[in-house]
């Protein structure tokens, strides 16, 4: 990065806006369709400086974005020239409609991004298409809910036409479904030794005994020793940890899954980002307080951490020398002291219902 870039804040605008930069920088959108934050450096998702951004808004380009699925048949600087006749598609419906005779078939699809499955899939078809047809299959980034779709498609398809021979079968942006399940997550949180895990175990073999959901069971001490391997018990690992174990748990979601963790997850900042990470994929977040007396925990424990923190053997420990911030409005707060597993189960599943669900959801 040069010395213009490393002056300009970096920003990853989202996959949107990258595929708009990339559009203009191949000759297949103007300007004028693009909006960037000016001045900036542009990143894609891997970090990599994609370009950046002057303080008019002009353009310097740096380096390609980061590889996605299905690179090859993308549109690369210096590729041939694409080969009339040629037919724009968005959508399986133009893919099983293609004209006898079509030498390029250009397909407008985003692979990159979170959020890319059904696009995914439409460029399998796609390249099964293109062979059954004899003819080539070139990707052109963009995604279905990118602002002036329309207009978007109309400027592609005057700028690869030649002599009329571009045929567009696109009517309209292509509405892909999301998952027939709405994804969920539940966060057990409390002391140590509260019962959280006791209870992620318990609410997962009912789900799956009950349920044809898949579910994920990300338990504190198992997440600590791979996931959150090296970090410590300080506030900023703390948090780290829950950050981790949220973005995992927001990608289960994402595809209709459920996930259940049960961190310590002391501080409402963090909770808060999960909860926000969550939704942000269309997922359903379910925030239990297991709220096990703190004397109730140390009578549990087996172990012996309480008396050895008491004891200042153990610095930062929740409820002891750390503290643990309390959810003000979670969905349920139970207190495991002296109740069946069984029944508070029970109660976790009446709060939440979608855990059993397997009706469509509209995402």
């Given amino acids: 990065m040069d010395n213009t870039s490393a002056a300009h804040p970096e920003v990853f605008p989202g996959t949107a806006t990258l595929d708009d930069l990339e559009l203009v920088r191949l000759g297949l959108l103007p300007r004028t369709m693009l909006t960037v934050a000016s001045p900036s450096t542009v990143v894609d998702a891997e970090g990599v400086t994609v370009a950046v951004t002057g303080q008019g808004g002009e353009l310097a380009w ?7 699925p299905f690179e090859a048949w993308h549109v690369h ?38 959020d890319s499955d059904h696009a995914i899939a439409l460029a399998r078809q796609a390249v099964d ?15 279905a809910d990118s602002p002036g779709w329309r207009s978007k498609v109309e400027e592609i398809g005057r700028r690869v036409d030649e002599a009329g021979l571009v045929h567009d079968l696109t009517t309209q942006p292509p509405a892909y479904p999301g998952p027939t399940t709405q994804g969920v997550v539940v966060l057990l949180t409390g002391l140590s030794g509260s019962g959280k895990s006791t209870l992620a175990r318990a609410l997962r073999n009912r ?95 087996r172990k012996g951490l309480y008396a050895r923190a008491r004891a200042g053997e153990i610095a930062d420990f929740t409820g002891i020398s ?21 029944t508070l189960v029970d109660e976790i599943m009446s709060a939440a219902p979608s855990l059993t669900a397997t009706t469509e959801t509209s995402r």
Avoid: K
Avoid at 212 to 219: I, K, N, S
Avoid at 324 to 338: A, K
């Fill in 322 to 342: 750390s503290p643990y911030e309390e959810p003000t409005s979670p969905t349920l707060r139970l207190d495991t002291t002296g109740r069946p597993v069984p």
């Fill in 77 to 114: 600087d210096g590729d041939p020239d694409i080969e009339p006749p040629t037919v724009l598609v968005a959508d399986a419906e133009g893919l099983g409609a293609l004209p006898a005779g079509t030498r390029t078939v250009l397909l407008l699809a985003s692979t990159d991004g979170e």
């Fill in 207 to 301: 789900i799956v005994e009950s349920s044809p959901r898949p579910v994920t069971l990300l338990d504190g001490d198992v997440v600590r020793r791979h996931l959150s391997a090296g970090l410590g018990f300080g506030r900023a690992d703390r948090e780290t940890n829950v950050r981790r174990i949220g973005w995992v748990a927001a990608e289960v979601a994402r595809h209709g899954g459920t996930a259940i963790a049960s961190p310590i997850a002391p501080f409402a900042a963090s909770r808060d980002e999960m909860r926000r990470m969550v939704e942000a994929q269309g997922g359903q977040f379910v925030l239990v307080h297991v709220a096990t007396p703190l004397e109730e925990c140390e009578r549990r424990d």
């Fill in 62 to 68: 740096r380096e390609e974005r980061s590889s996605r």
């Fill in 129 to 143: 298409a293109a062979a059954a047809a004899g003819a080539e299959l070139r990707i052109v980034p963009l995604r």
